[in-house]
């Protein structure tokens, strides 16, 4: 199939959103074998079917590179109660926050973890995401990490979008080992670690990092598992204070650390020379109003690539719109356009490892999203606006 007369932002870093006025895109099969200026379309693609896109902007489809998509319940509750003036540690520390979602997770099943998810799902889908991340973490125990797992995976069945999943054991201690960290981790973590590998549901090992959550050393043992199956690592790092999470993560060459309100030069420092992708996650900061803002400065000066997602979940981030969380990434944290559609492009990619996908040229998978926009600043300049004219899908429109 020959896409035509477009622009193409093909978000490789040669130049500014890699531009190319005027372009073509060739794809066979679920590949992409061109692309470029139409001038130099080769003669042997000319007569192929072609779908002209009317001088519209091509991207590369979005990618939502952290979410916690998969949960049962709601926490509008705990909604009121931050507005009436409780922090997350507080609300968190009365047994709300996650274990509330834990409760609610465990009591549903596989098929009503996948029923409840879909709905999200097909949000971002419509916003031209054809990547998604999805964690675990609300099970706690390892017949509900699995469960989430397998009703993660099974999203790529019943809808056109890549999945990957990552085991997010040590979210967050269950009620039934208070005080028992490393207890957690030996009785319940581990196990289900292990047995989510043997099941091939686990593409990555998270953790969360933080004084409510579990320690460096806490996470030094579930990555050091990880790396002895060969599972590539991410963190939740430097959210609510600086544990050192996002040092420990670059130290084992995650994929990438996130939230990082709390990072510091040195942070990163360490994850530029470790390649550690930054995920910027507006939402979470925006929904529990903090006030300290990732190191955006930092990050450009060292070079670490910036991701940006939605971390749709029920508790500190509701949010099912990639578009929107661009705009309160360049809002809110002052990120460029071009960066935040890089960051759920080319850096989304790169932040699960998606080695096909984030850029438009010969060989990437052809997952495409054609906007109705004069320039791809307008991708992120508007708010609670979905501009997407059509979404290409593994070649497919």
Same mark, same amino acid.
């Given at each position: 199939?020959? *896409? ?6 093909? $978000? ?9 006025? #005027?372009?073509? &895109? ?13 001038? #130099? ?15 519209? *902007? &091509?991207?590369?489809?979005?990618? /939502? ?21 409780? +922090? ?6 009365? =047994?709300? =926050?996650?274990? +509330? ?5 465990? %009591? ?32 706690? #125990? ?5 469960? $989430? ?36 981790? /030996? ?13 091939? @549901?686990? #593409? ?19 990555? /050091?598992? %990880?790396? =002895? ?13 600086? @544990? ?12 990438? %650390? ?42 450009? %000066?060292?070079?670490?690539? $910036?991701?940006?997602?939605? /971390? ?86």
């Amino acid at each position: 199939m020959l *896409l035509r007369n477009a622009t193409l932002a093909t $978000m490789t870093p040669d130049r500014p959103y890699g531009l190319i006025p #005027d372009g073509a &895109v060739v794809t066979e099969g679920e590949r992409i074998v061109w692309a470029g200026a139409a001038a #130099d379309l080769p003669e042997r693609y000319r007569t192929e079917e072609a779908l002209d896109l009317g001088g519209r *902007l &091509v991207t590369p489809g979005l990618i /939502d590179c952290h979410t916690h998509i998969v949960h049962g319940g709601d926490r509008a509750r705990e909604f009121e109660m931050r507005l009436e003036g409780a +922090s997350y540690e507080e609300v968190a520390r009365a =047994g709300g =926050g996650i274990v +509330s979602t834990v409760r609610a997770t465990r %009591a549903a099943s596989e098929e009503a973890l996948l029923a409840s998810a879909l709905p999200r799902i097909d949000a971002l889908i419509a916003e031209g995401v054809t990547g998604i991340e999805v964690k675990s973490g609300y099970g706690l #125990d390892v017949e509900t990490e699995l469960a $989430m797992l397998r009703a993660a995976r099974r999203i790529a069945q019943v809808r056109p979008v890549r999945v990957r999943t990552s085991f997010l054991g040590a979210h967050a201690l269950p009620p039934e080992f208070a005080d028992r960290h490393d207890a957690y981790i /030996d009785e319940v973590c581990l196990p289900a670690l292990e047995a989510a590998h043997a099941e091939g @549901l686990a #593409d990555a090992v998270d953790g969360f990092c933080e004084g409510i959550a579990f320690t460096p050393d806490q996470i030094a043992r579930v990555f /050091d598992r %990880a790396r =002895g199956l060969g599972l590539s690592v991410k963190l939740h790092a430097e959210q609510l204070s600086n @544990l050192g999470g996002a040092r420990l993560a670059a130290s084992y060459g995650a994929l990438s %650390a996130d939230h990082l309100e709390y990072a510091d030069e040195g942070d990163a420092a360490a994850m530029a020379e470790a390649g550690t992708v930054a995920v910027i996650l507006p939402g979470a900061f925006y929904t529990l109003r903090e006030t300290r803002v990732p190191p955006i400065a930092a990050f450009r %000066a060292h070079g670490v690539p $910036m991701a940006v997602a939605t /971390d749709c979940n029920p508790g500190s981030s509701p949010m099912t719109s990639l578009l929107l969380a661009m705009n309160m990434s360049a809002t809110l944290f002052r990120m460029t356009p071009e960066e935040c559609l890089a960051g759920v492009t080319r850096n989304a990619a790169r932040a699960l490892g998606m080695q096909d996908a984030g850029t438009i040229r010969a060989g990437q998978r052809a997952d495409l999203a054609v906007w109705d926009v004069e320039s791809p600043a307008e991708l992120t300049y508007r708010i609670g606006f979905n501009p997407l004219w059509k979404r290409i899908f593994g070649g497919r429109p």
